[in-house]
């Protein structure tokens, strides 16, 4: 069925927003307060795309989990005992409680609703008290799994288990940044798997130090600091957006109004 919104008007006002940038307008109104553009959103992009989750490294022993949350899908990404990485629904198929939070190591996830165990491959291990219903099969249930795939160290997941993979499509990608050494990137401090409180204010300041990488600029210069010639470049990355040496702590103070450095 052909949702409500696509209608003429708005093919109207989606074409201009194809138009060259002087001209350009911004995507018609809809798409950013209607709530069924959001369900034809999901639709399309959310529930048939690669969305990364996090790094493989968070999850460097059999049993660790964290969560997160995607669309208002409460997720469960975890190391099996074979040591397989999976993705799965953490809310329990009983009456739709979480059966995980956080992050951790654990050799199952526990509803706390009616304690339904349920194993590191997201099977219904236990569920109290049902083997005295009728046409009750426990084998038959398990927390709905995603499709997983890691690329470069980061983990990523597919809510459409027969989507193609996401290697092939990245080579290219994969070929243009080889020398950041993406694969073996340490963790720098704790594994945040919370949401942050972004606003415009702090969007456009994380965003400033890595724009301004391809022409001059009035961020501090970290190519003051004498460690960041030495490091690779996905740690002088860090220490330009931190203003800060991954090394010793200390503050990167400015030598010049330039980020030409970046390409030393």
Not at 10 to 32: H, K, Q, R, T, W
Not at 63 to 71: A, L, M, Q, V
């Amino acid at each position: 069925m052909r949702p409500s919104f696509l209608d003429e008007a708005f093919f109207s006002g989606l074409g201009s927003s194809n138009l060259p940038i002087e001209d350009a307008e911004s995507l018609p109104p809809l798409c950013y307060t209607d709530s069924g553009f959001y369900d034809f959103e999901k639709e399309a992009l959310f529930n048939h795309e690669w969305l990364c989750v996090g790094r493989e490294s968070w999850l460097a022993k059999p049993g660790d989990y964290f969560t997160t949350s995607i669309i208002n899908e409460p997720l469960i990404v975890c190391r099996d005992t074979e040591g397989r990485l999976r993705a799965m629904s953490a809310v329990c198929q009983h009456r739709a409680m979480l059966v995980a939070e956080g992050r951790g190591n654990a050799r199952g996830f526990l509803c706390p609703y009616h304690h339904w165990a349920y194993g590191l491959d997201g099977s219904l291990v236990s569920a109290p008290a049902m083997n005295q219903t009728r046409n009750f099969d426990k084998s038959s249930i398990s927390l709905p799994a995603l499709a997983v795939e890691v690329w470069l160290g980061f983990i990523f997941v597919n809510f459409d288990r027969k989507a193609a993979p996401l290697g092939p499509r990245l080579k290219a990608v994969e070929e243009a940044i080889a020398r950041y050494d993406l694969g073996d990137t340490e963790d720098v401090g704790e594994v945040q798997t919370r949401k942050f409180p972004w606003s415009s204010r702090t969007t456009t300041t994380a965003i400033t130090p890595t724009a301004c990488i391809t022409g001059p600029c009035t961020i501090s210069c970290p190519a003051t600091c004498v460690h960041f010639r030495n490091c690779r470049p996905i740690r002088r990355a860090i220490c330009a957006t931190t203003a800060r040496c991954i090394r010793t702590r200390a503050s990167i103070r400015p030598r010049r109004p330039c980020c030409r450095c970046f390409h030393g």
